[in-house]
């Protein structure tokens, strides 16, 4: 069993920051992307970030340059630094990580953490 446990969400004014942090643990043999989603009201989700078990990443093109993610091997955790936020960044975040649990690869979702960008 795997358990994602996020943390770091909240409320930030417009050009505030925050970083959101997400703790895999459990049954882990070995982690394989992570990355973090977001789901705005009555929008569908979408990718934020993903960053490879070789620390590649890639970013939607709406974040690019403000926003940067990073992993913790020894912490089987991610990180995503939001910068520069605008109210058009506020959904819920969620963390997905890929677990080979062999003889498959895995996904699994954490609960998601409220991101909030208002004056």
């Known amino acids: 069993q795997v358990q994602l446990v996020e943390s770091g969400g909240g409320l930030v004014q417009p050009g505030g920051s925050l970083r959101l942090s997400c703790a895999a643990s459990?049954?882990?043999?070995?982690?394989?992307?992570m990355g973090w989603y977001r789901q705005a009201p009555g929008k569908l989700r979408e990718l934020v970030a993903v960053?490879?078990?070789?620390?590649?990443?890639n970013y939607a093109d709406s974040v690019k340059g403000r926003f940067s993610i990073s992993r913790d091997n020894n912490k089987n955790t991610v990180y995503l630094q939001m910068n520069s936020l605008k109210p058009e960044d506020t959904a819920v975040y969620f963390c997905?990580?890929?677990?080979?649990?062999?003889?498959?690869?895995?996904?699994?979702w954490g609960q998601g953490t409220q991101v909030t960008v208002s004056s």
């Open positions: 960053i490879t078990s070789g620390s590649s990443a």
């Open positions: 997905k990580v890929d677990i080979m649990v062999i003889p498959a690869l895995l996904a699994y």
């Open positions: 459990g049954s882990i043999f070995s982690i394989k992307s």
